[in-house]
């Protein structure tokens, strides 16, 4: 299985982005993408997610109204568009893939910088 995340990149504030993931490798009708974060010197967290199966969606509360994930099942591909973007944005986004059945997240891509300047 691979996972691989682009479109990452440097922004000002209030710019946008949009990152990419492409999944290959199994099929994930039963899975969950999501976008997770870390910050230097800071814990990874969670960002957004979409059921593969039905789009249901999930943001954390600090990018909500900002950010929009979405899926293209016909290209096994999961994006974030990323607008309003503020300096604490700022971070290494993974894309990753939860079975849902089991509340794991299995499958993690490579990482994609995001820099916002303000």
């Known amino acids: 299985v691979q996972l691989q995340a682009s479109g990452g990149g440097l922004a000002q504030a209030g710019g946008s982005l949009r990152l990419s993931c492409a999944a290959s490798?199994?099929?994930?009708?039963?899975?969950?993408m999501g976008w997770f974060r870390q910050a230097p010197g800071k814990e990874r967290e969670f960002v957004a997610a979409?059921?593969?199966?039905?789009?249901?969606?999930y943001y954390a509360a600090s990018v909500k109204g900002r950010f929009t994930i979405s899926s293209d099942n016909a290209k096994n591909t999961v994006s974030l568009q990323m607008n309003s973007l503020k300096p604490e944005d700022t971070a290494v986004y993974y894309c990753?893939?939860?079975?849902?059945?089991?509340?794991?997240?299995?499958?993690w891509g490579q990482g994609t910088q995001v820099t916002v300047s303000s």
């Open positions: 990753a893939a939860q079975n849902i059945a089991v509340g794991r997240y299995d499958y």
């Open positions: 490798g199994r099929t994930f009708s039963r899975y969950r």
């Open positions: 979409i059921n593969w199966t039905g789009g249901t969606t």
